[in-house]
Structures are given as C-alpha cells and as structure tokens.
C-alpha cells in the first residue's frame, strides 16, 4: 500500500480582510454601484474572513490583460509550488534526488513547460524523474491527484512520488462581469499551494503515515456546464452553477458508503474526514448527506474561513492540518473527498 509520508502547505505572504478584497473587486472590476452592493451582499455570506493573494493587492489594478495575468501566474506559481514541494520533501526527510516522479496540478493558469518541469529544475530534481501534469480537474484535483498517484506507487512499491497543487485563483477574476458566478467566486477563492509526499509499500518510510487503502471516481452525468471555465481573449471567465449542493445531496452519500461497503466498513467507521470545502451550503450539504456534525468537518470550515476556497490546494491544506492538529491513532480510518469540474467526485480511503 502507498502511505502519504509528508504533506506541506504554502500561502502567499499577501493576505487581506474580506472586507478590503470587497471594496477592491468592487471598484477594479465592477461598473455601478448596484452591482457592487450585490457582490458585497454574496462575499458577507461566502463565510469567508481573510484571504491570501499571488500579489500584493495594489498591483491587480494593472493586469487588464489575460497575458499579464498568466505572467504573473507562472512566475509566483512557479515559487509558491517550489515552495511546497521542498517544505513536503523536508517533512519526510526526503532530498530532491530521492524524488521518482512528479505530479502537478492547477486550473488557474497556463505554463508550458508545466509547473512540474519548472519545480523539478528549481529543486534538483534528476533528470530522470517522471512528470504528470493535471489541467482541468479543477477543485477535486487534490483528491483526484493522491489516488493517481496510488495508481503509479502501486506498481513500483520502491518509488517516491510527489503531487504538488498551486492555484492563483485571483489572477482569474474577470473586470466588467458582473455576472452572478463572477460576484460569487470573487469573494470565495483564494490563492495557495500544498505539496504530498507519498512512498511504496518497499520504501523505508512506509510505516510514518497513513495508508491509501482506496480509491473512487465518479462523473456526473449530463452536468458539464455545473462548474468550470469559458476560456476566451481576457482569461478564464468562470462557470459556477447553482446546483453543485443538490448534486452532492443526490450522489456523494452513495459514493461514499459504497466506496466503505466495498471495505465493509460503514459512515460511523470513519474516525476523520478531509473534505474540499466548496463553499457553506456545500459542507452543509456534505454534513446532511453523509449524517456528520460540524466538528467532523472543523478543519474544513476553519480552512474556508481562514483561507477562502483554493481550488485543488484546498484538500490537501486541509489533510496537512488533519495530520498535525488532529492525528489519527494507528487502525483508524479517514475519508479524504472533493468534488469539481466534470461535476464529479473523487474519493481516497486512508488508514492510519
């Protein structure tokens, strides 16, 4: 079995009250002031406090253009990736060279060559290291990333391999759109970066961590347009539908206790849950479906609140504090899940 030996997580130094990225957005990317009531009225109830930014907030005044923006990206994305990955390397007292494969993942920005090959080369990694770049799985691309990850470690139980998610989601904002998803997303996202470490079953650190037992897709049918980007001349303009809660309410409950059933374990089995945070009315609704009170989902609520929603960097912040301020007892069982664009879901069962 593949055991998760580190995970580290980044934020940019830049951080702001909700308040002032409010009274910001408002004034950079909205035309009246109608409009910018609305948008305050969706960030007060976005259950967000403080959010971390790529830039200092003075500066996204200057990229009106989605060339300037995806400069930006690459180069604080580029940093903040190096960032995580070394922190994860050194919490499992791991060297650059150790690393048998590399795995990156963002929907916030483009890089070719991808944020693996520029974080590999900042790090030393070798040359023969083996790269996977994720585009496009968007928020569950955490989850989605550790259990492929799994898929490769299986086959190679001696292997040490790394997932690394940055997303800079404020360098997607878009100015004149005062569209509803635009207002919502504007006050939820924020920017950050987490990196995993994970090792065969033959490696020496096989016995630090918890073990990746399992793994769970799902895609939705007939729901392409429930959450993603349109892509056209100023950038990724977001595409966030209101039914993403209903869909949870009709299909996680299921996923989840099947993926258990195949283990022939059951919801009150599950000693920790990591869970993507989504927004409030989707961890109310992840809650509902799955039986699970508030402090289940603590460190989700405390993780959207403290950081905002950071795409796929959210889950695996979100692991990192489940392994530090709550650690698990050897036997016990947690659920790592995340859901996003496709609309689909992804499940990892771990044991400690």
């Known amino acids: 079995m593949t055991t998760v030996a580190a995970a580290h997580a980044v934020l940019p130094p ?7 990225l409010t009274e910001s957005f408002g004034r950079i990317c909205l035309p009246d002031e ?25 500066r996204y005044e200057e990229l009106d253009t989605f060339t300037k923006a995806n400069d930006a990206f690459v180069h604080a994305a580029s940093d903040l990736g190096a960032q995580a990955v070394k922190g994860a390397l050194d ?28 974080i590999a080369a900042e790090l030393g990694f070798r040359a023969d290291v083996k790269r996977v770049p994720l585009l496009g799985l968007g928020c569950m691309a955490g989850a989605a990333g550790l259990a492929r990850l799994n898929d490769f470690v299986i086959g190679a139980p001696h292997m040490v391999a790394v997932l690394v998610s940055v997303e800079l989601c404020s360098l997607t904002v878009q100015r004149d ?9 504007s006050g ?51 595409v966030l539908g209101s039914e993403v809660p209903e869909l949870i309410e009709t ?25 993507h945070p989504g927004g409030p009315k989707v961890i ?16 989700t609520w405390k993780s959207l609140r403290e950081v905002g929603n950071m795409s796929s960097a959210s889950v695996l912040h979100i692991l990192r504090d489940t392994l530090v301020e709550r650690p698990a007892q050897p036997g016990q069982w947690g659920v790592l899940m995340a859901m996003g664009p496709g609309f689909g879901a992804e499940l990892v069962l771990l044991r400690w």
Not at 14 to 20: C, G, I, P, S
Not at 204 to 233: E, F, N, Q
Request: proline content about 4%.
């Open 188 to 238: 939820l996202f924020g920017d950050g970066a987490a990196a995993v470490v994970v090792v065969g079953a033959a490696h020496p650190l096989a016995d630090r961590g918890p073990k990746i037992i399992a793994s769970r897709s799902h895609l939705y049918p007939g729901t392409s347009r429930v959450m993603g980007w349109d892509v056209g001349s100023t950038g990724l303009r977001i």
């Open 91 to 118: 919490a499992a007292g791991l060297a650059a060279a150790d690393v048998d494969l590399i795995m990156s993942t963002t929907v916030t920005g483009v890089a070719v060559p991808s944020l693996d090959a520029r």
């Open 14 to 20: 830049h951080r702001y009250a909700q308040a002032e």
């Open 34 to 58: 109608r409009t910018r009531g609305l948008a305050a009225r969706f960030h007060g109830n976005a259950g967000v406090s403080t959010r971390h930014l790529a830039l200092p907030l003075e």
């Open 251 to 275: 299909y996680v409950g299921e996923d989840v206790r099947g993926l258990l059933a195949d283990h022939d374990l059951k919801i009150d089995d599950i000693d920790r849950w990591i869970s």
């Open 284 to 299: 109310e609704a992840i809650q509902s479906v799955l039986g699970l009170d508030e402090y289940a989902l603590g460190l």
């Open 177 to 185: 759109d005062p569209s509803v998803a635009n207002l919502i997303a």
